[in-house]
């Protein structure tokens, strides 16, 4: 069966913000991704709004509710973010870690750390009241501890950070360690009943293996996509992707 593809449009938002414009919509990025036949519109709503801000979600999930496809929102567990969330009511939701002074999310929750576990406890509990069959997803690394912590906060998917792999891909180092850590982390939510999402640095290049070894159902992807539109266009950016998921390349 073919992975899902999730979307990032938060780097055409990037792009706007750049110069405080109107231009260029996320909500034009979001129709076109959705006529290209994408399977959900992710993006991440920061705590310091540097680039999606507040409207943008409204606006980009009246456009998938239309479609019929999910808005996967991804959040910081705050609570200025959690008002909003609740608000926009969307499909599904991603728990992940966030430093006001990184460039980009740096790896998964650390559930190691009792305060953090429990605060994304109580979060998930938070949205499960407050938004009706919402779907949560804690991004997180695909380490045994972890994933055993995960498996007592019963979310409906974890979304692995892919961060290091694609970073060693791209760095042309061996990333059969990561291969091999995903095959395990696999077999351990095996009968779990938990999704297995992955997620973070992905290019169309490092996506292969990943489909090659068919154990991810759903894939989000954000800077690599966009950047790559800039040349060749959204819509053939996407395809991009959407043929590497139907192996078609
Ligand atoms: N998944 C999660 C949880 C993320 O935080 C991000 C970045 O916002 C992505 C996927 C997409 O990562 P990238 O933009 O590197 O493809």
Wanted: charged fraction near 30%.
């Amino acid at each position: 069966m073919k992975a899902r593809l999730g979307v990032n449009i938060d780097h055409v938002a990037t792009l706007r913000q750049a110069r405080g414009e109107f231009y260029p919509r996320v909500t034009r990025a979001a129709e076109l991704v959705i006529a290209t036949g994408a399977d959900q519109i992710t993006m991440h709503l920061r705590e310091d709004r540097r680039h999606i801000q507040d409207q943008d979600m409204y606006d980009v999930h009246k456009l998938t509710k239309s479609a019929g496809i999910p808005l996967n929102f991804e959040m910081g567990a705050n609570e200025d973010i959690i008002d909003v969330a609740l608000k926009v009511k969307p499909e599904w939701i991603c728990l992940v870690p966030e430093k006001r002074e990184e460039k980009t999310t740096e790896g998964g929750l650390n559930l190691k750390d009792p305060n953090t576990f429990e605060r994304i406890e109580s979060c998930m509990a938070r949205l499960r009241t407050g938004i009706e069959n919402v779907k949560i997803s804690l991004f997180v690394e695909a380490e045994h501890e972890t994933i055993k912590l995960c498996q007592e906060l019963k979310p409906e998917a974890v979304e692995i950070h892919t961060g290091e792999y694609a970073k060693d891909f791209l760095e042309n180092k061996s990333i059969q360690k990561h291969l091999d850590t995903y095959k395990q982390t696999f077999l351990q939510l095996e009968n779990s009943g938990i999704g297995f999402h992955a997620g973070h640095g992905l290019t169309v290049e490092s996506l292969r293996p990943l489909v090659e070894q068919s154990l991810f159902i759903e894939y989000n992807i954000g800077h690599a996509l966009i950047s790559e539109s800039i040349f060749i266009g959204l819509e053939a950016s996407v395809k991009e992707y959407l043929d590497v998921l139907t192996k078609r390349t």
